[in-house]
C-alpha cells in the first residue's frame, strides 16, 4: 500500500494545487503528469479520511479541511526548509561583516579578549564594534544597525531581538584612594546621600536605579558632575571630585588607584541580544556563541566577579 506521510513530494504537490486551483495548471509546475498528481492527491485525502478540494468545471477549490491542512502543510514545509538552511549554514565558515554593540564597562574584561578572539578565529569576517552605554545600544539593536550587542538588564521591548542574560555583577560605590572605603564591607544606599557624584547624563540605566533607590528613602542624590565617558569618569573619582558607582567589571584596570565598597543590594545584569532577521547567520551565530563562551569561562575562572548567567531568558 503508497503510504504518503514520508512523501515530501506529495505535500509539495498538494500545496501547488491549493496555490493555483488546478490539478494540471500545478502538474506543469511541478514537471509532473496531471495524473501523477490527481493520484498524489487522491492518496493524501484516504491518508487523512476526507475531502481536500471541491472538484469543479474550472478547477479545484478547497475544502475547510483543506484550507485548515494547507496551513499546517505550509508550515512544516517552512520548518523544513528552515532546518535545511541551518544545517547548511553550520558547515560554512563565517564571512562578510557582523556588526557588535559593547559598553565601555566591560572594556577589559569580557569586550577586549572576545573582539581580538574572534577577529583571530574568523578572519574572513569584518567585525564592527559600536561602543556605547545601553541606552545607545538599545536603539542600535532596535533600528537594525548591531547583530549582536551586550546590554544591561532588559528593561524596554525589542521586539526584534532576542535577550539572554550573561552574568549579573554587584554595584559599588567607587572614591578616591584616599575614602574610607572597604571591599569587604557593603554599604547601604544611604552612603550615597550627601556625596558629590560623578555620573553619566541621563537618560542611564545606573544613574536611575541610584536615584530610585534614594528617592525611595526620601533622600537626595546629589549630582556634581555629568560626563559620557567612563575613562573621564574614573580620572575624576581618583582626583577626589566625587564619587561614582560602578560595577567591578568598569574598574578591571584601576585596582588600587580608586577605593571601593558595594552597595548593599544593587546589581547589574549584562544581557545579551542578538538581531532575529541574523541570528542564524554563521558570523553572528559564532560572534554570539564566543561571548557566551567567554562569559562563562571568565566567571568560571574568576576573572569576572560576577554570577553566572541563568540557564533560559
Known amino acids: 500500500m503508497y503510504d504518503v506521510r514520508m512523501d515530501l513530494r506529495v505535500l509539495q504537490a498538494f500545496i501547488r494545487v491549493a496555490e493555483l486551483g488546478s490539478f494540471g495548471r500545478a502538474a506543469a509546475v511541478l514537471n509532473q503528469t496531471q495524473p501523477t498528481v490527481s493520484r ?37 514545509l517552512r520548518g523544513l526548509d528552515q532546518a535545511k538552511a541551518e544545517l547548511t549554514a553550520q558547515g560554512e565558515e563565517p564571512s562578510g561583516t557582523v556588526s557588535l554593540g559593547l559598553p565601555p564597562s566591560l572594556l577589559s574584561v569580557l569586550s577586549g579578549p572576545v573582539v581580538d578572539r574572534f577577529g583571530k578565529t574568523y578572519p574572513r569576517v569584518l567585525l564592527h564594534v559600536y561602543e556605547a552605554i545601553s541606552q545607545g545600544l538599545e536603539e542600535l539593536m532596535r533600528s537594525g544597525e548591531a547583530d549582536v550587542a551586550v546590554l544591561i538588564a532588559d528593561r524596554k521591548v525589542l521586539r526584534n531581538v532576542t535577550l539572554s542574560p550573561l552574568a549579573t555583577e554587584p554595584l559599588l560605590l567607587v572614591g578616591p584612594s584616599r575614602a574610607r572605603l572597604d571591599p569587604k564591607k557593603p554599604v547601604g544606599i544611604e552612603a550615597l546621600a550627601g556625596l558629590p557624584i560623578v555620573t553619566y547624563r541621563q537618560p542611564n540605566y545606573l544613574r536611575l536605579l541610584a536615584e530610585t533607590a534614594l528617592r525611595k528613602r526620601k533622600l537626595a542624590f546629589n549630582v556634581a558632575i555629568e560626563l559620557e565617558t567612563l575613562p573621564l569618569m574614573i580620572e575624576l573619582i581618583e582626583r577626589g571630585a566625587g ?27 549584562w544581557t545579551l541580544a542578538v538581531n532575529r ?22 566567571i568560571k575562572d574568576g576573572a569576572w566577579k560576577a554570577w553566572r548567567r541563568a540557564a533560559t531568558a
Not at 255 to 263: E, Y
Open 243 to 269: 564619587y561614582g558607582i560602578l560595577p567591578p567589571s568598569a574598574l578591571a584596570r584601576h585596582g588600587g588607584r580608586v577605593a571601593t565598597a558595594p552597595l548593599r543590594g544593587l546589581s547589574v545584569t
Open 277 to 298: 532577521a541574523r541570528a542564524q547567520q554563521p558570523a553572528v551565530r559564532a560572534l554570539a556563541e564566543m561571548i557566551r563562551a567567554q562569559a562563562d569561562t571568565l
Open 40 to 76: 498524489q492527491i487522491a492518496a493524501l485525502e484516504r491518508e487523512l479520511g476526507g475531502a481536500l478540494f471541491t472538484r469543479h468545471r474550472y478547477g479545484v477549490t478547497l475544502t475547510a479541511a483543506g484550507a485548515v491542512f494547507r496551513d499546517r502543510a505550509t508550515q512544516a
